[in-house]
């Protein structure tokens, strides 16, 4: 494993152990050129997956792997200063990426993805899953918020004030 401060590629695993949901294994390595520690995950990858998102400049589809970080800073983005432990977000963001990968398909479509993490989001916190969706869904002014909030409370979703501080 390549060091990311010194770019060494001598590094040494000092610990591992499982995270909390056994989903990854967490190993805490040392650089032996400059000495800095870093952690790293391993987590099972049962296929490649290719992401497949809306047309360009040209209208086409554009395909790249799958990238869970991208869910990670998306969900992070969403639960900012919400007061959701980072367990439960790496639990959601884990159930996604399994959802992913047991579809049985090589190829998604980023359609799918938001669905699944919009999904999540509403059964964690609806603060969260009404801004994630206003950027999933492209909300442009204050009515696009209103309209969306009315849907969460017709449908029954938890009181949008209460969750965790601003």
Known sequence: MRCPFCACDNTQVKDSRPTEDNTAIR???????????????????LREIIVI????????????????A????????????????????DQLVSGIQRQIETLGDSEVLTTTI????MDGLRQLD????????????????????????STIREAGGADLGSGGAE
């Open 114 to 117: 938001g669905a699944m993490v």
């Open 27 to 45: 190993r805490r390595r040392q650089c032996e050129g400059c000495g800095a520690r870093f952690t790293t995950f391993e987590r099972v990858q």
């Open 70 to 89: 991208k869910i990670e800073q998306s969900v992070s983005l969403a639960c900012r200063k919400r007061g959701i432990a980072q367990e439960r977000l």
């Open 126 to 149: 609806s603060v969260a899953y009404i801004r994630f969706a206003s950027v999933y869904r492209d909300f442009s002014e204050a009515k696009d918020f209103e309209d969306f909030a």
């Open 53 to 68: 998102k809306s047309g360009g400049a040209n209208g086409d589809p554009r395909r790249e792997p799958f990238d869970r």
